[in-house]
């Protein structure tokens, strides 16, 4: 007889998630995975002024600050035939790349470290030995014996008050934990020191894009940074200086704390590799144009059937005809009017609501699928394109994070490891390890290019009468992110956002196929039904963010919240 267990809402995410799931003899049969929220924005945006729509939709969410307003911007582009600048290319991708490498931290360290990480038994490590294998393992500075002492005192503090702070409410004690007190201790340290480094990943986005949260410096065309190396109110040599100065503190803790903490739990948790995998088409898009017409990428993209990664199919520019055509929304099991299956184009965003029902409609999210198929996205996604596309940086820190899991696991792992829940937690640090590397390459190029006399960031759109169509997609920290926009004589007829959550948070699709959170729970093991730390493992390592797939809004115009503000 199966069991229903419900976890709702799913905490240390973005939004409103509800999982439910049935357990018999000990291990996840069938689920369901529900937005408990609707997105309005494509309704507030009918009628409006395209180069307003970036303002909008990066509201969506207060955690992908960049993103929606990148791929706003490509999707007008994108319908009015549009180049953009080189410079404009460069400063956008060096917000994407810091934004990219602040999100996969706070993911990892702030987001889901805890599902692994068992901060009570760190009180009882010993600091000099937590010091003396950290040392062992890698070169960080921050890893000393006081430090780590430090650390263990304050949880002592925030448990001696009765309290755990940021650390309440966890699974302390799970039979499902299997790190040593002193790995305990080492990964809370790390913890706190990311708060630290995350914080100067978004100061490069803010120097570039002029604030955090929801960067201001986008326009359809390109930036309205003025380039100026000798003036005090434009981007001049002494931001781009300190820019660099950030970025050399990145590089340090992403390879010596983050890259080494995430191998280390994966081979801790080896077995971990056996769960999780779910729906194997995978889809990824191209990302860091270096062009101005967007037909040359710093990280490749595509499509991987049933997860064989030698049927990879590249999307090759931000025209590419595949990815257009292959991308329709389903809201069969969707709280929304009619049973149709469309093309974003065509999208509707009509609310319905009729209750929970588990063969019927049972969330705000719709169902999106690539070539009628459902896909899994996200870093693990993209990093699998990117390893199958002969991306040299991706294949090299791939294959060195696999040797290093191998050798603490005592045995072999390879790439097929990464079809896991552990996995996409490998995926998403790797991927960091390429971000920089593309941060570091888009700097070089906009100094270049700034220093060879170009300083044009701006080319400004003309809309013709009539009506055009376009898509912009973005490979965001979550995955694959798309707006797609109908113009007509100058305003929004239709807009449509397939977001990641929506990709891989998705109920079942109009032929009755599990959405990826769905089928990645199935076959998952729950040792004890009353805390079900594996489901959160799993779903957790999604880095779900529901906000960008549902949203609140009243037709009515009516006043949900208000803040007073004290002078």
């Given amino acids: 007889m199966a069991k229903r267990i419900v976890v709702d809402p799913v905490t240390r995410i973005e939004g409103h998630l509800r999982i439910d799931c049935e357990v018999k003899n000990g291990k996840i049969s069938n689920a369901w995975s529900s937005g408990q929220m609707w997105r309005g924005i494509e309704t507030i945006l009918e009628g409006r002024d395209p180069r307003d729509a970036w303002v909008f939709t990066q509201r969506i969410c207060g955690v992908c600050t960049t993103v929606h307003a990148i791929t706003s911007v490509r999707a007008v582009e994108n319908a009015l035939a549009m180049e953009v600048p080189l410079n404009a290319q460069y400063i956008r991708n060096m917000i994407i790349a810091a934004h990219g490498i602040h999100d996969h931290i706070v993911h990892f360290y702030h987001l889901s470290a805890l599902d692994w990480v068992d901060v009570v038994s760190a009180l009882s490590a010993d600091p000099a030995k937590a010091s003396k294998l950290a040392e062992s393992l890698s070169d960080w500075p921050h890893n000393g014996v006081q430090e780590f002492k430090a650390v263990q005192d304050k949880l002592k503090a925030f448990v001696g008050s009765g309290q755990l702070g940021i650390f309440a409410n966890g699974y302390w004690g799970h039979p499902a934990m299997k790190l040593s007190p002193e790995v305990n201790l080492l990964a809370a340290a790390h913890y706190l020191q990311a708060f630290e480094i995350q914080r100067l990943a978004n100061q490069i986005t803010t120097i570039l894009g002029s604030k955090t949260p929801h960067i201001q410096n986008l326009a359809v065309g390109g930036v309205a940074n003025p380039i100026n190396p000798d003036s005090e109110d434009a981007l001049n040599m002494e931001r781009l200086a300190a820019i660099k100065t950030l970025m050399d503190k990145l590089e340090q803790f992403i390879y010596q704390a983050y890259f080494v903490d995430v191998t280390a739990i994966g081979g801790f948790y080896a077995d971990w590799t056996q769960y999780g995998s779910g729906v194997m088409n995978y889809l990824s898009v191209p990302d860091f144009p270096t062009d101005t017409k967007g037909t040359q990428f710093g990280m490749p993209g595509g499509y991987i059937p049933n997860g064989d990664v030698g049927a990879f199919k590249p999307i090759n520019s931000f025209n590419d005809a595949m990815f257009e055509k292959g991308v329709k929304e389903s809201i069969k099991h969707s709280w929304y009017d009619g049973d149709h299956n469309r093309h974003p184009y065509k999208g509707e965003t009509i609310p319905k609501y009729t209750d929970w029902d588990d063969d019927g409609a049972y969330s705000w999210v719709k169902s999106p699928t690539f070539n009628d198929q459902p896909a899994q996205v996200g870093p693990l996604a993209n990093v699998l394109g990117m390893y199958a596309a ?12 696999l040797e290093r899991v191998s050798a603490i696991a005592g045995t072999k792992v390879g790439i097929g490891a990464l079809h896991s829940t552990i996995g996409r937690h490998a995926a998403r640090c790797i991927r960091t390890a390429v971000l920089y590397e593309e941060l570091q390459k888009n700097y070089d190029l906009l100094i270049n290019n700034i220093a060879g006399g170009d300083m044009t960031t701006f080319n400004p759109p ?20 798309s707006h797609w926009v109908v113009i007509n004589n100058g305003k929004i007829k239709n807009y449509q956002c397939v977001v990641p959550s929506t990709w891989n948070a998705g109920p079942r699709n109009g032929d009755d196929k599990l959405g990826p959170y769905e089928a990645s729970l199935v076959g ?19 880095d779900p963010c529901l906000a960008c797939a549902i949203h609140l809004h009243d037709n009515d115009r009516k006043d949900i919240v208000k803040v007073n503000v004290l002078p």
């Fill in 390 to 401: 002969g991306h040299k940086t991706t294949q090299k820190v791939a294959n060195l994070a």
């Fill in 524 to 542: 998952n093991p729950i040792a004890d039904e009353e805390k079900p730390l594996e489901l959160l493992r799993t779903v957790h390592s999604f």
């Fill in 462 to 481: 003309v809309f013709p009468k009539g009506e055009q169509t376009g898509f912009g997609f973005h490979e965001a920290p979550r995955g694959t992110l």
